[in-house]
């Protein structure tokens, strides 16, 4: 029983990961990898700084996983990733256009 079990997931991974591999596989993928990168940014932000911190890179990291993964999902037509990844990528976007704002607010408080 644990051979046949074996056998299909193998077989299970090969037509998800090689049969059915094509550019959009790819370019989901790569999205996946984008999204899945800003963990590991404001993992080692966090680490060298002894605290939980969001760096700027995280945002956009996020919203280039997010737009690439909402991409994705239009095209393979999945009203799940189209659905999360809409709302999400507005969040990002916002919040890229808050840490812009209070930049160029600091920014402005010590030109005076």
């Known amino acids: ?5 074996g056998q299909a997931f193998h077989d299970y991974l090969y037509d998800v990961f ?37 760096p700027m890179a995280f945002w956009f990291f996020s919203m280039g996983g997010g737009v690439m993964t909402l991409i994705y999902g239009i095209a393979k037509r999945e ?5 999360g990844q809409s709302l999400a990528t507005v969040i990002y976007i916002r919040n890229i256009m808050l840490i812009l704002k209070n930049r160029a607010r600091a920014s402005k408080t010590l030109d005076n």
């Open 79 to 83: 009203p799940i990733i189209i659905l």
């Open 1 to 5: 029983m644990l051979i046949q079990f």
């Open 18 to 54: 090689v049969a059915k591999f094509d550019f959009w596989l790819a370019f989901g993928l790569i999205a996946q990898l984008l999204f899945t990168a800003r963990f590991l940014v404001q993992w080692i932000s966090s680490e060298r700084a002894g605290q939980s911190v969001v």
